[in-house]
């Protein structure tokens, strides 16, 4: 008998990330812009002066959002947004940890050596 046709079954796609629908390049144009604006940027002056820095339109439709409030919410490892004074967002650059000095001299590789002989004798008795 002929074989019907059978069709490949459906594999699940995951729903998009901000790394699969916001380009790295725009992504870094939008942190170098707000990252100059310390205190914060505005919302509505957002698209005016990433123009004004980049020579060219901020537009989110061609990263599948309706709006450029929601492509920076899509940007949380970059961009944090909170209400500013008189109702205004404020687009405000994400600030990575200090690093952590230590007050401990460092160790010497031999003493790193001796330390950790000393712990595999503890532990193996």
Do not use: M, N
């Amino acid at each position: 008998p002929p074989q019907q046709y059978q069709p490949p079954p459906q594999q699940y796609q995951p729903p998009l990330s901000s790394t699969d629908t916001v380009p790295h390049t725009v992504k870094h144009k939008l942190a170098t812009l707000v990252s100059q604006f310390p205190s914060g940027l505005p919302y509505s002056r957002l698209c005016r002066e990433y123009r004004q820095l980049h020579g060219e339109e901020l537009d989110p439709l061609l990263y599948g959002q309706t709006s450029c409030l929601e492509l920076c919410c899509q940007l949380a490892d970059v961009i944090t947004i909170q209400q500013g004074e008189g109702g205004d967002w404020l687009l405000l650059p994400v600030r990575s940890p200090l690093p952590v000095r230590s007050t401990l001299p460092p160790l010497q590789s031999s003493k790193v050596g001796s330390l950790a002989k000393q712990a595999t004798a503890y532990y193996s008795e």
